[in-house]
């Protein structure tokens, strides 16, 4: 399998590096003119909504509408809004898009190759982890996953170099320092997926002891694996870790205490730090596996769409396998291949969530899309699971030189395809996907226009969160909505005092095969009309109503 | 080995002009040469904020050169400053000090400058020849004849064009749904309420008629209010000017008695027959 290897001279391991930016660069500028700078989403008004609220309170401990989960992402976000004079909303739409597009590809890029102690497969791992659908979604969107896979990332980077390193004491505090001030900012940013990545620590740990037990059973030497010793530092870790959380939210960040008591009952709130969820009113209305037949055209869509994460799962699946059976049969020790060992140990930790979680989801016990918030770290993991089996094969294979030509035009088909399936899925393309998260600038005319002459009462926004996000934060920047509270409903809530109904809105309608509301919008006023958007308003039924 | 050195004094004077730009950019916020400076102040508003104190904090542990490598030492920068801003906003509210443009700028400043000061310190004591310096590296013998060279060198080459490409369309490329009019109806109050809803027969009603000419050029309208099948009301070569609105308040009596009379309001660009934009009213008429 693989084998440590000094990389040749020859081979250009920053310009690769810089051609895998470029990619980064190229495929996160394509999602933001797909949706026209006018991403509209839950996440990235949530968080913008925050900002702007801290920004008007000058604070952000004390924010009136605060992200209970954490708040490094909102302070973040104000401080380099401040500072630069830009706006928040041209911040997560645009900016930081791309300044991570040149900093994440490095980021993964020696993180990998850390724990795979090879140039070749982490440049690989790199390349595979920005063709994938999903790691490109969330780090696009304006949530605050940019810098929690950003914090994962570096946090393994740390781990994985640790690794390496016998009584050099001085070495590994430096290490350990960097550790913790990068653990404290993830903490800070996502306090419950934090303690989903600790649970990970543990299992790892706790999968790390089993499996080296059983591995060194018929060693007769008294030297243990150095892997062993690390391993055994991971509890330390994780304590220390779990100290953290505890100081940030009942001490130190206030909201993320009102937010885990705000889960009724103990289970939840265990499942809330285990699993990341975010608890739900109504969870037997939720179910997430749905997801494919009503986001998707088909499911035959949606499967070639995310053909790419299949495969690579499929592939660092059978790696994994490969790894242990060869650790197995003592093929390879855990004296020479401790992070492979590690790396097989965290992507298993990370899978064993996501198999308990979906069963979770199913029972509608806890909340939903608990399988989709914990499907990116496995990807991470898998991924580089993936590149060594795809390295180890073509290192194998002696292909004639004949067939290199096709083998190259194929590669070169293959990466094409998964870059369009890849671009597709993240921009939740419209030929595709039934879930839009783009709004028009007629549409988002209107949300100035209500959040200007409306007054309190309820909208109607459409068939979904899509433009009532944009709302909210229009409502948001203009400050004026904690006066008027309208109450916003999409959905089958028609009994409103405002509709808005636009083209894009009718062209969802008819994708959805959805009745028209036409014989209710024509008993109504039409008192707003900017070509493809229009507001109406219910008339008065008594002369108490206005 | 590299080819060129950057000197730690050279090195440590380009930060500390990369902060003194964004203090100054800040400080002549809101005067005459503010726009001049806002691409100064946001290159520098986001060194400071995502590559700076993180890249003086992975100095100052790891001043030498073998203890990093460049891609490592720029992605610890990454990760250790997005690490910060909650160590910032708790040194804030233990201070008592709110947080706006004032404090993060002073806070970030006192973080660059004790972290710089360290690091400048640390690596001052390592011998030069095991100090970390930026560099460039010796240029290579050409490898031009190996195909892995020409593979990478054609993906960037096309990675660079279509970036330039999306760059070049987002600046070349009209704005998009330009052509954009708001045609709306308010109450007499000037909100979207509250609207006049039932009536005497004969009687008249009023209601604030607003165009928003929100087009690429100035525009001319026409105005036009029917019911039951008559113009009641008409305003003719009403003149827009680009951003600007249009605002009248207009007293129209329905000629159409029945009990749900319909005013319909229609917007046309002068010289054409169909409207542009059309609103509608519902007025219930009172028995007489």
Known sequence: MIK????????????????????????????????????????????????LSAEVADTILESPRPYSHGMNYPAFLLQVSELSGLSVNALQ?????????????????????????????????????????????????????????????????????????????????????????????????????????????????????????????????????????????????AAACLLLVYVTI?????????????????????????????????????????????????PLVYFALTFF??????????TWIVVMWRFWRHKLNPHQHGTLLFLCLAFAAFSIQVVVSAFADLSGSIGANLQVRLFTPVMMFGVPLAAIGVFTVVQRVQLPTRLRPVIVTLVAIAFLYFEFAALSKAANEPLFSNKWVFITRPEQATA?????YGISGSIWTGVDERYRSDLHVVSTLLQDDADKQMQLYNGSSLNTDYYVWSEVERARWIRLNLYMPNVLLSSRHLIYDNGSTQIYRRPALTIYQD | MR???????????????????????????????????????????????????????????????????????????????????????????????SVHLETLLVSLTVIIGIVGAISLFRRWLIPLDQRFLWGLPPIQPSTSGRSIDKVLWIGISIGALLLLGVIGAVILLPEPNASLTEFYILSETG?????????????SIRFQIVIDNQEAQPMRYDLEVENGDQTIYAADGLEVARGERFQRTVEVRPVDFNEQSLLVFRLYRSGEDVAYRTLRYWVRILPS
């Open chain 1, 93 to 237: 739409l645009v900016v930081l898009p791309l300044v991570f597009a040149l900093f994440l590809p490095i980021v993964a890029f020696v993180t990998y190759r850390e724990i795979t102690r090879s140039d070749v497969i982490g440049l690989l791992a790199t390349f595979l982890l920005f063709l994938q659908p999903d790691f490109l979604w969330v780090t696009w969107r304006g949530s605050h996953e940019k810098i929690t896979w950003a914090l994962v990332l570096g946090l393994f980077f740390i781990l994985a170099r640790t690794f390496q390193l016998r009584g050099q004491l001085r070495t590994m505090l430096v290490n350990i320092a960097v550790f913790y001030l990068l653990a404290l900012g993830l903490i800070n940013t996502n306090m419950f997926f934090s303690s989903s990545f600790i649970i990970a620590v543990v299992i790892t740990f706790l999968g790390g002891r089993v499996v080296i037990a059983f591995l060194e059973r018929r060693r007769s030497t008294p030297d243990r694996p150095l892997i062993d010793l690390h391993l055994q530092r991971l509890i330390y870790v």
């Open chain 2, 191 to 203: 909100v979207a309420a509250s609207y006049p809803n039932q009536i005497m027969p004969g009687a």
């Open chain 1, 309 to 318: 994460n299949w495969l690579i799962l499929g592939v660092a699946s059978l």
């Open chain 1, 4 to 51: 440590p290897r000094p990389t040749p001279k020859s081979l250009p391991i920053s310009w690769f590096v810089i051609a895998i930016i470029a990619l980064a660069l190229v495929n996160y500028t394509y999602l933001i003119l797909r949706t026209g700078g006018a991403l509209s989403e839950n996440d990235t008004y949530q968080l913008t909504r925050v900002t």
């Open chain 2, 3 to 97: 080819s060129f050195r950057l000197s730690l004094e050279l090195e440590y004077a380009l930060i500390a002009l990369v902060v003194l730009t964004l203090v100054i950019t800040i400080q002549l916020d809101g005067t005459s040469a503010a726009s001049t400076l806002s691409v100064p102040r946001v290159i520098a508003a986001l060194l400071c904020t995502v590559f700076i104190p993180g890249y003086l904090i992975a100095s100052a542990l790891f001043p030498a050169d073998s203890s990093l490598d460049l891609p490592q030492r720029l992605a610890l920068s990454f990760v250790l400053s997005l690490s910060l801003p909650p160590v910032t906003i708790f040194a804030l509210a233990a201070l008592n000090l």
């Open chain 1, 250 to 298: 009942f001490y130190l960040y206030p909201p993320a205490r009102f937010s885990l008591f705000n889960v009724d009952q103990l289970f939840g709130r265990v499942s809330t730090l285990v699993f990341n969820v975010d608890p739900v009113a109504e969870p037997e209305l939720v179910n997430p596996y749905n997801y494919v037949t009503s986001t998707w055209t088909s």
């Open chain 1, 448 to 452: 100035t226009w209500l959040s200007r």
